[in-house]
């Protein structure tokens, strides 16, 4: 069965700093590229970061370029998101997903897995 565990969310102040982990089981790391997503109240899911199969290379919404970073260790299976200057619009529950082989785009519906969510809530 594959599982995807997401954890790291808590409350933070505009400014601050959070850094979210996605432990993976029941898949062969290497040949998924993995996502985090993040869905506010009312809103619809949104892409938030990708890393291509093997680390090939990441990819960001326009809106966290350069306050987030994607990445992955490949030992244990996990994949974290660094949040970094956190503003309340990202407040979110995030979710991490995998989708198999080297993949993109922020399509839910194109992603093979997903995990259960860990709330962001950044305070103004």
């Known amino acids: 069965e594959v599982q995807l565990q997401a954890s790291g969310g808590g409350l933070v102040q505009t400014g601050g700093s959070l850094r979210l982990s996605c432990a993976t089981s029941?898949?062969?790391?290497?040949?998924?590229?993995f996502a985090w997503f993040r869905q506010a109240p009312g809103k619809e899911r949104e892409g938030v970061a990708i890393?291509?199969?093997?680390?090939?290379?990441?990819y960001y919404r326009d809106s966290v370029e350069g306050r987030f970073t994607i990445s992955s260790d490949d030992a244990k299976n996990a994949v974290y998101l660094e949040m970094n200057n956190l503003k309340p619009e990202d407040t979110a529950v995030y979710y991490c997903?995998?989708?198999?082989?080297?993949?993109?785009?922020?399509?839910?519906?194109?992603?093979?897995?997903w995990g259960q969510g860990t709330l962001v809530t950044v305070s103004s």
């Open positions: 997903a995998a989708v198999f082989g080297l993949d993109y785009n922020f399509t839910p519906r194109d992603y093979d897995y």
């Open positions: 029941g898949l062969t790391f290497d040949d998924y590229s």
């Open positions: 890393i291509g199969i093997g680390d090939s290379s990441t």
